[in-house]
């Protein structure tokens, strides 16, 4: 699974799909989950606040060629808090669908008084919690990780996942996060800051 999938996972409760998160919240980890795919990939990077593009070609995965197209076609906005509030609007339900057609959840909607609610149910508990086995055990053990699962790791602290999904201290994590190469550490705080911006009563 890609980074966003997993996040999307990790954000969800594992046998009913009801979020751990409030939606704004996830959103916007789901949209630097979906940029940190492309940083990954070496067609954007991150630097003082800004994303560009570096690299036009579009990648394999649909969805990422989207959002690409998206930084591509937009290039006056390189505010990357701009495009975390921007892409956190659709990232669920894209992401949701992009795991829905490779069979990992299923869409259920719910009709209310006034709207229409849509959750993403997952087909396998083992598969939907995976995510969080495998990043506990990688911390419980002490292992090396790779540079997805230590954004993914960075993405969880961000949006105060943390206590709901691990059992490590954030000192703990800051370390670890300490080891990404920069455009991820930008990306993970500019992620961090608009996060508390959302949460900051107004």
Known sequence: MLLADEFFLLAHDE???KPKLRPKIAGMGLAAALLAELVLANRITV????????DRRPPADALAHTVLDQL?????????RVWLEYLGRSAHESVGERLARAGVVRRQSTRRLLATT???VPID?????????????????GEAMNLSDTVLL???????LSRAV???SGEEVRRLLATL???LIELITQTEATVAVALTPR
Do not use: C, F, K
């Not at 630097?47 to 570096?54: C, D, E, F, W």
């Not at 508990?125 to 053990?141: E, G, H, Q, S, V």
């Open 154 to 160: 960075g993405l969880i602290e961000a949006t105060g």
């Open 118 to 120: 849509t959750t993403y």
């Open 15 to 17: 046998m009913t799909g």
């Open 72 to 80: 591509i076609g937009e290039p006056e906005h390189r505010d990357v």
């Open 181 to 183: 190469p920069p455009p």
């Open 166 to 168: 691990l059992s490590r």
């Open 125 to 141: 508990i083992n598969d939907a919690a995976w995510p969080t086995a495998r990043l506990r055990a990688l911390l419980d053990r």
């Open 47 to 54: 630097h003082g606040g800004a994303l560009s593009v570096q």
